[in-house]
């Protein structure tokens, strides 16, 4: 039986949406063969029908969320008000100031630090909105080694220079893979492609180490800690803090999700507390190794 061609190409287009989460026009160009002034008719049909939309802040096309999976939604703003406690209470916990980031299609975008609570000229974050570069930054390497294949593949591909030096992408995906192996990104080791922030990172005398938050086993965010080179070494710091963040990682992971479930009025807020019986940020612990 013939299939219906149209309809195939159609599909296809969706499908890379949907594995990316976030395409470009010239992605899909590039990954399925199609010229563009089609991809465009098949976007505008796409996203007539509410399958897909396109994002202002980058002319991203993004599956749509429907109306059952709405409250489960993650924008910048309701992640930010929910992990803003827990980074207040890890400023209690840890000497050094924090910055949560979530994905954007070639950079990582600040979404909230709890920097203005340090008196800390050397250690300054953010602000808000502020765009960090997924390989050279603790921060975005984090979420890069976390995310799936598919979607790394598809970064990847996004910053990925015009003449790469020979063997750079094989030297980026062993970092990503040393750094999902041991549970936390850092700044190094330094990688060759051009992306934005590397020149900050090497001359601004700090080391970072950040860790996922994940959901369902995907990142949606990630957080850092920032510290002044001269102030300790990294093995110092990471012995001293690394538990204190992979725990305020779990549990703004937690917090998501019990407002996802309240907003959906699967249980009441407070049966849904009950059940995670997780510690409030003011009684946050400093986790392992602390």
């Known amino acids: 039986m013939k299939t219906v061609r149209a309809l195939e190409r159609g599909l296809d287009v969706l499908l890379q949406v949907q594995a990316r989460r976030a395409a470009s026009l010239h992605e899909m160009h590039v990954a399925l063969g199609l010229p563009k002034a089609t991809l465009l008719r098949m976007l505008q049909t796409l996203g007539q029908k509410g399958l897909i939309w396109q994002r202002l802040a ?8 429907d109306a059952r999976a709405r409250s489960q939604a993650l924008t910048l703003e309701h992640v930010a008000e929910v992990a803003s406690p827990w980074l207040k209470a890890l400023s209690t916990r840890v000497s050094w100031p924090s910055v949560l980031a979530m994905p954007r299609l070639d950079h990582m975008e600040i979404v909230e630090t709890n920097s203005p609570l340090f008196r800390l000229d050397s250690a300054t974050l953010g602000p808000v909105g502020v765009k960090l570069s997924y390989i050279h930054t603790a921060t975005g390497r984090a979420y890069l080694a976390a995310c799936r294949e598919d979607e790394r593949d598809a970064i990847i591909a ?41 020149q900050l990172v090497l001359r601004d005398g700090r080391r970072s180490m950040a860790v996922p938050i994940l959901l369902d086993g995907a990142p949606v965010a990630s957080i850092n800690i920032t510290w002044p080179a001269k102030r300790g070494t990294d093995d110092a710091v990471m012995l001293r803090h690394l538990g204190a963040l992979k725990h305020t990682a779990r549990e703004i992971a ?19 507390l009950a059940q995670f019986a997780g510690p409030t940020p003011q009684s946050v612990s400093p986790g392992e190794n602390c």
């Open 254 to 272: 937690m917090a998501i999700e019990r407002a996802a479930l309240t907003a959906e009025g699967r249980a009441p807020a407070g049966a849904v």
């Open 58 to 65: 980058d002319g991203a096309y993004l599956p749509h969320v």
């Open 158 to 198: 996004r910053l990925r220079p015009r003449h790469p030096q020979e063997g750079s992408e094989a030297d980026l995906r062993a970092i990503l893979a040393e750094t999902r192996a041991r549970g936390y990104a850092a700044r190094e080791p330094l990688h060759p492609w051009p992306d934005r922030s590397k």
